[in-house]
Nanobody
Framework: QVQLVESGGGLVQPGESLRISCVAS????????MSWYRQAPGKERELVAF????????NYADSVKGRFTISRDNAKNTVYLQMNSLKPEDTAVYYC????????????????WGQGTQVTVSP
């Protein structure tokens, strides 16, 4: 049974830091690319950060570059998002997503989502 369990969210003040985690089980974690997404009230879900299965490559949304860092520990089946210099506009539910290696002649993927963790940035 596949599970992605996020934790570490909470209420912080602007300028503070927070690290959220996502623990995976039920699939071969070290072969899956991982991402963090977020969804604010009334807005579409957006990609925040991406890391390849080995951790060798990362990408970030322009809005978080230089402030957020994605990392993973394949020995612990865990992906992290370190968030520094938080702003009120970072307030959202943060979700982790696992994407399988491509399969089939048409390069399909399987994706799994966690249930989300709330991050609120407010004075």
């Amino acid at each position: 049974q596949v599970q992605l369990v996020e934790s570490g969210g909470g209420l912080v003040q602007p300028g503070e830091s927070l690290r959220i985690s996502c623990v995976a089980s039920g699939f071969t974690f070290n072969t899956y690319d991982m991402s963090w997404y977020r969804q604010a009230p009334g807005k579409e879900r957006e990609l925040v950060a991406f890391i390849t299965s080995t951790g060798g490559s990362t990408n970030y949304a322009d809005s978080v570059k230089g402030r957020f860092t994605i990392s993973r520990d394949n020995a612990k089946n865990t992906v992290y998002l370190q968030m520094n210099s938080l702003k009120p506009e970072d307030t959202a539910v943060y979700y982790c997503k696992a994407r399988s290696p491509p399969f089939g002649s048409d390069y399909r993927f399987t994706a799994y989502w966690g249930q989300g963790t709330q991050v609120t940035v407010s004075p």
